[in-house]
Structure formats: structure tokens, C-alpha cells
């Protein structure tokens, strides 16, 4: 409980930023922080009043009343995953380190520069 707790409405806010923009997600649609114990993570579902369709990519979606969409998970990371992650989206680590205890990282990123031939 205490993790959910640093969950605040302001990061609730950009969590279901895309599912309003789809029209998905509106004020008599359900939102709650769940903690996903067998996989030790965050989860934040939405959970819908009443069905909705959409249209994306060209392909209409159907989402039934009641249905629960997953909108943001949770990842641990440790240093080399996270230098790996960032290299994967195009930023070079320019300085890394972590607490004594290894539960919070610092990281000092600058994007990749590319040269055009």
C-alpha cells in the first residue's frame, strides 16, 4: 500500500492521457492502481462504463461494458538493463550510478548522434 500511495492523480492524469484522447477513457469510467504481486509491479487499469468503439489504424475496435484495460505498467530496472534500454532509443550514458542499497539510479543521457552519408 505504501507503494501505491506514491501513485498520485497528477501521474493518473498522463497515464490516461492516450485512452481520452481515443475517447476510451471518460469521467464514468473507472481508474485504479493495482499492485500485481506474482509479477512485483504496478499496474494502472482502466475499467469501462459502457461499450465503445473506435476507430485506429484504420481498423474499428469494439471494447465491451465492464471491460478492464491494462494502461501502464511498472518496470524494475538495474544498471545495465537501463544503459541497454536507453542506448535501444538512441541516447549514449554519459554517467551512471546508484544508492549505496542500489534502489534508486542516477543517469546523465545524451541523445546518439547519427551522420547522414
Known amino acids: ?4 500511495a506514491s501513485y498520485d492523480d497528477e501521474l493518473r492524469e498522463g497515464v490516461v492521457h492516450t485512452a481520452k484522447l481515443l475517447k476510451i477513457f471518460g469521467s464514468k469510467d473507472e481508474f485504479n492502481w493495482i499492485w500485481n504481486a506474482p509479477k512485483c509491479r504496478v499496474e494502472a ?9 473506435i476507430v485506429l489504424a484504420d481498423q474499428k475496435i469494439n471494447l465491451e461494458a465492464n471491460e478492464e484495460l491494462l494502461v501502464m505498467r511498472s518496470h524494475k530496472y538495474s544498471e545495465s538493463s ?7 532509443v538512441g541516447f549514449r550514458t ?24
Open 82 to 88: 537501463l544503459t541497454k534500454l536507453l542506448s535501444d
Open 45 to 53: 487499469r482502466i475499467k469501462l462504463n459502457s461499450a465503445k468503439s
Open 1 to 4: 500500500q505504501k507503494i501505491l
Open 94 to 117: 554519459e554517467l551512471l550510478t546508484t544508492t549505496k542499497n542500489r534502489d534508486e539510479i542516477l543517469a546523465m543521457v545524451q541523445p546518439t548522434r547519427y551522420s547522414v552519408a
